[in-house]
């Protein structure tokens, strides 16, 4: 039913018109009497193997990537879809509006989406609220859900001041997620990418993990790469992890690459700079995991996003040696029933 009427019918909207009315459609559903029985029955999974990773334990694999709920103002929302942990943001100190629009854009013939949002968000006091809401405490206690905080710099924001922007995410962010993860990938910020190379990265670790030392009960740490590293800065990386005793990787970010697309290039010529998310993906970042996995000692657990649509692709990801997977492309091809048929 999504797929031969639901999607098409949404697929008339823009992407990002199209995806706050789906969610304010689905909260009036979750809200609505009978709309949890309905959400438990139909969209959360009964088979519940939980996945141990970072020294967290997760009600199974599959999870949301960064990106979907950039404010986390859905988090308990997208745990009724059946999702066994949320990664909220990217976050940054302040608001910012991001990217004019248009800034997303559907490539139905390759699976795909082009983006480059930019970091729009409220700021983190924003996030820290909306993750203050009964409903995110209910669906973290009772359903075990765990909350990621995906973290960046401001836009205006120097690289070589980019480490305090970083510092002020997690400070603010520590009380209210499960785990960390710091953005250095996206393709949508003039420069991030650069804080990818060996000195600008290791500052902010180094950084954050200063400030997690001084907590009781550290959060696990985890970086997010993109997948058009080449392999001595994959090195690099996988050196910069282990001396900054992260928790783990996610693997990857989108990318900016355009090759092998079925989609006309004058049409994705037109739709201009972003990055690329969905099936085109999928095999670099499996690439880009299986290397970093022989790299990286077995105590550092992976996540991998990039490209998942069937059960098919997600043990592919674990074969490869991926701990949990994450969606965001292939949730909005596939639709709703997309976690159940993961993991059930």
């Not at 969610?23 to 029955?41: D, Q, S, T």
Request: with cysteine; glycine share 8%; charged share 25%.
């Amino acid at each position: 039913m999504y797929r031969l009427l639901i999607r098409p019918l949404f697929f008339l909207f823009p992407p990002e018109q199209a995806h706050y009315l789906a969610l304010f459609l689905f909260r009036l559903l979750v809200r609505f009497p009978g709309g949890k029985a309905h959400c438990r029955h139909w969209y959360i999974p009964a088979k519940r193997e939980p996945v141990k990773a970072f020294g967290l334990e997760f009600p199974h694999a599959v999870g949301l990537a960064a990106g979907f709920d950039k404010n986390g103002k859905f988090a308990d929302l997208m745990a009724w879809l059946g999702f066994g942990h949320i990664e909220v943001g990217t976050v940054t100190p302040k608001a910012q509006p991001g990217n004019p629009k248009p800034r997303m854009f559907r490539l139905p013939k390759d699976k795909g989406l082009i983006n480059r949002m930019g970091f729009n968000n409220r700021g983190v006091d924003a996030v820290v609220k909306n993750l203050q809401r009964k409903e995110v405490q209910f669906v973290r206690k009772e359903m075990g859900v765990i909350i990621g905080g995906n973290i960046g710099k401001n836009k205006t924001t120097p690289n070589e001041e980019a480490w305090q922007d970083y510092r002020i995410c997690f400070e603010k962010l520590f009380d209210h997620v499960d785990y960390f993860v710091v953005n250095v990938s996206s393709p949508n910020t003039p420069g991030l990418r650069e804080l990818q190379e060996k000195e600008p990265l290791l500052r902010i670790l180094r950084s954050l993990q200063e400030l997690n030392a001084q907590h009781e009960h550290p959060k696990p740490l985890l970086l997010k790469i993109a997948p058009d590293l080449s392999e001595e800065q994959l090195r690099d990386v996988a050196e910069v992890a282990v001396y900054a005793q992260l928790d783990g990787l996610i693997i990857s970010n989108t990318t900016i690459n355009r090759s092998g697309l079925l989609t006309k290039k004058l049409e994705v010529d037109r739709m201009g700079p972003g990055g690329l998310s969905g099936k085109p993906v999928f095999e670099r970042s499996n690439e880009v995991l299986s290397f970093m996995r022989e790299l990286l000692p077995e105590t550092m657990d992976i996540i991998g996003v990039g490209g998942v649509f069937t059960k098919e692709d997600m043990e592919k990801k674990q074969a490869l040696g991926a701990k949990l997977v994450q969606v965001y492309t292939g949730f909005i091809y596939t639709g709703p029933l997309m976690v159940k048929q993961l993991v059930d």
